[in-house]
């Protein structure tokens, strides 16, 4: 089956400063690729995606790159906030698969 | 608005005892998930459902099962509770395949 795996596992960061979150994968057959954040005591909340048909994906300060080839895709935040603390999940699927891998997580810390 | 909700939020049970943990959604989604959330080994998938009377074992599913009986529910239940299974449990639906999670806010449940 598909491993994800995720780094770093915690990243520290001042306020203003960019963050990256590197995930990899394993499967060649995964095309769809989600990123969640998780704030203390609540659920995992989906902030952005990207599908295998494009190489990069932004939302305002966030934005995802997708690499196929090396099977390797990025979380991106620039200009970040206290309020972006908080742990980052990577997970992977299939277009007709109904489950995700999902990474270990990385807890952002931002520095006011 | 639709949501997806947890309860209890909060659990402690004894050791031997048999626990269930609902999960209730409103999205009107087929698929439905069971994650537990452990430090250092991120989500893993405990049981899902694609559907009313259909139910799939995960990669942690020993000591777990649980019934569809309809669209919304999708309820866990420990056989014999164990040790081993304090935890965070997170349910999660989705609409189809290729689409993200929609999380609920998650049961702390603590074996003593």
């Known amino acids: 089956g598909e491993n994800v795996e995720q780094h770093p596992s915690t990243l520290s960061v001042q306020e203003g400063d960019s963050a990256v979150i590197k995930c990899t994968y394993s499967?060649?057959?995964?095309?769809?690729f989600p990123w969640y954040k998780q704030e203390l005591g609540k659920g995992p909340q989906l902030i952005i995606d990207?599908?295998?048909?494009?190489g990069e994906k932004k939302d305002q300060r966030i934005a995802v790159t997708l690499n196929k080839t090396a099977k390797h895709f990025s979380l991106h935040i620039t200009e970040t906030q206290p309020e972006d603390s908080a742990v980052y999940f990577c997970?992977?699927?299939?277009?007709?698969?109904?489950?995700?891998?999902f990474g270990t997580g990385t807890s952002l810390t931002v520095i006011p | 608005d639709a949501e997806i909700t947890q309860s209890p939020r909060h659990k402690i049970t004894e050791t031997g005892r048999q626990v269930t943990l609902a999960c209730h959604q409103t999205w009107n989604h087929n698929n439905m998930f069971w994650y537990r959330q452990d430090l250092g080994h991120g989500l893993r998938l405990i049981h899902y459902?694609?559907?009313?009377?259909?139910?799939n074992k995960g990669e942690v599913s020993d000591g777990y099962s649980v019934s569809r009986s309809n669209t919304e529910d999708l309820p866990l239940t420990l056989e014999s509770a164990a040790s081993s299974q304090t935890s965070v449990y997170f349910c999660?639906?989705?609409?189809?395949?290729?689409?993200?999670?929609?999380f609920g806010s998650g049961t702390r449940l603590t074996v003593v």
């Open positions: 990207i599908r295998s048909n494009v």
């Open positions: 997970a992977a699927s299939t277009w007709t698969g109904n489950q995700f891998y």
């Open positions: 999660a639906s989705s609409r189809s395949p290729g689409y993200g999670y929609t």
């Open positions: 499967d060649s057959a995964s095309n769809y």
């Open positions: 459902s694609y559907g009313v009377q259909d139910t």
